[in-house]
């Protein structure tokens, strides 16, 4: 079967309208429903063959599925450069937040310090979902050791009004204030953020599991 055909036979209908709801403009015909598991499942079988090699090689594809499966057989990519060359390649056609946050490239992380350079590039795209991408990095490989004050204020710079890449902020920023509270809680207090992000950045960490009691009563009086 073609890598298509797999995904239809995993089509899931009860799933592809749950999806649909949750991706504004994306068409409903074009999502098949597979679960993730199931996808994760087929990335590994797929990986590093000639079909999953041809399979990256033949874009745009007409699915979300496809775009989904897509992004995780760039994550099982071996090789660095291979790697990069299938992210710049696929960036263009991610259209949503889910194949975007499926996109999670693990060979990155044998050169952080070349990759960083490359997410300056992503951030200053002028489309949302590379820029989304962009943050995402940071926030994944970049608030512990690799950490530096300034991608605090490279985010906080980033001013738009898609509703997605502000999302991906204030998730940065609650993830930074779990990992990196004393470079990061100044923002808040300067009210650095743009006022939307602001409020959504406390919500998400007075949700989280990861910042002290304490520290969430303060960030409660900086709302």
């Not at 592809?16 to 079988?45: H, Q, W």
């Not at 594809?61 to 450069?81: P, T």
Request: charged share 25%.
């Amino acid at each position: 079967m073609t890598v298509r055909q797999r995904l239809e036979a995993l089509a899931d209908e009860s799933n592809a309208g749950f999806l649909s709801r949750l991706l504004p403009g994306i068409e409903p015909e074009t999502v098949l429903g597979v679960r993730m598991p199931a996808l994760r499942a087929l990335a590994k079988e797929l990986g590093g063959t000639d079909e999953a090699a041809a399979f990256l090689a033949a874009l745009p594809h007409r699915c979300l599925d496809e775009n989904n499966l897509h992004a995780l057989l760039i994550n099982g990519l071996a090789g660095y450069e291979d790697a990069l060359a299938a992210i710049d390649a696929f960036l263009p056609y991610v259209d949503n937040w889910a194949t975007c946050d499926a996109l999670r490239p693990k060979a990155v992380k044998k050169q952080l310090a070349d990759f960083r350079g490359r997410i300056d590039g992503y951030l200053a795209s002028a489309a949302p979902y590379t820029v989304r991408f962009g943050i995402e990095m940071l926030m994944c490989h970049y608030l512990d050791a690799a950490f530096s004050a300034g991608q605090n204020e490279q985010v906080a710079s980033i001013r738009s009004e898609h509703y997605y890449i502000r999302m991906m902020q204030a998730w940065y920023f609650a993830t930074a204030l779990a990992k990196q509270w004393d470079a990061t809680v100044p923002l808040l207090e300067q009210r650095r953020l743009e006022s939307w992000t602001h409020a959504k950045t406390i919500r998400k960490a007075i949700e989280s599991y990861r910042i002290s009691d304490e520290r969430k009563a303060y960030l409660r009086t900086l709302k």
